[in-house]
């Protein structure tokens, strides 16, 4: 008798349709962009030098892990998550100082929170069920890592990260370096574009820190794009917002359903 596989994310999920489609995947990345450049622990990402040298393939790559995760078995998806923690723990070691708790937590709260915020701005409304649900699959993420203190469910998290969000987010003259650096590996247009999606899809904390304004040219486009999606208008996203060497990651994340 055949054994039964078991994926860490069940192929029915909603999470499983967000981080399938390639447009979420996108608005998902810029969020966290604008995000871990207010963190308070972004010092963390500076001590290596990855970061500043390349602050796309460094948040792409958080991304893709979530993504691996997300779609793998359960067995392997538990051992990226170990990967991940192991990676963390040397970089630890070399700084002779421990990362908070409250940042990893930060980061489970940016995968929550836009992956609930990116589909809804591009499809459609979420039911509680279904944040409930997207909630829990990075729980089990945190668990893994072995992370303290994390909500007990959507409900909760809400409240929690609203607080993490008043706490842990501050403008730094990392955040203005980081921006200048955006703006380097994306060049003028793409930078406003980067920013205009931003705009959409960030908490008004994290507006108001990065003095994103209020001028939303890409509101039209976006409804464009919903109405001729089926007509691979998504193509068009990608190619609008990323450079070139990214764009063929990103159109390999879509999957076929």
Do not use: C
């Not at 994390?150 to 370096?177: A, C, E, G, M």
């Amino acid at each position: 008798m055949q054994k039964e596989i078991k994926y860490f994310v069940n192929n029915d999920s909603i999470v499983r349709e967000i981080w399938g489609k390639a447009d979420t995947i996108l608005f998902i990345f810029a969020g966290a962009a604008a995000e871990f450049a207010l963190n308070k622990a972004v010092d963390w990402l500076y001590f290596t030098g990855k970061l500043p040298a390349d602050p796309l393939g460094r948040l792409f790559s958080t991304v893709v892990y979530a993504r691996q995760i997300i779609f793998s078995e359960l067995d392997e998806a538990n051992r990226t998550i170990d990967q991940i923690t192991a990676i963390h723990k040397g970089i630890e070691e070399n700084r002779n100082a421990r990362i908070p708790d409250w940042a990893y937590r930060d980061v489970l709260f940016m995968l929550i929170y836009y992956s609930v915020r990116s589909y809804e701005v591009l499809y459609r409304k979420l039911s509680h069920a279904k944040k409930e649900e997207i909630f829990h699959t990075f729980y089990r993420v945190g668990k893994r890592m072995g992370l303290q203190e994390l909500p007990v469910d959507y409900t909760d998290w809400v409240l929690i990260r609203n607080q993490h969000l008043q706490k842990d987010t501050v403008q730094s003259n990392f955040t203005i370096d980081l921006y200048k650096q955006y703006r380097k590996h994306l060049g003028p247009v793409r930078y406003q574009l980067l920013k205009e999606v931003q705009l959409m899809i960030v908490p008004e904390r994290v507006r108001a820190l990065l003095s994103l304004g209020s001028v939303r040219f890409l509101i039209p486009v976006l409804w464009l794009y919903k109405l001729t999606r089926l007509t691979k208008a998504d193509e068009f996203l990608i190619a609008a917002v990323l450079p070139d060497s990214y764009k063929k990651q990103v159109r390999s994340l879509t999957i076929k359903r």
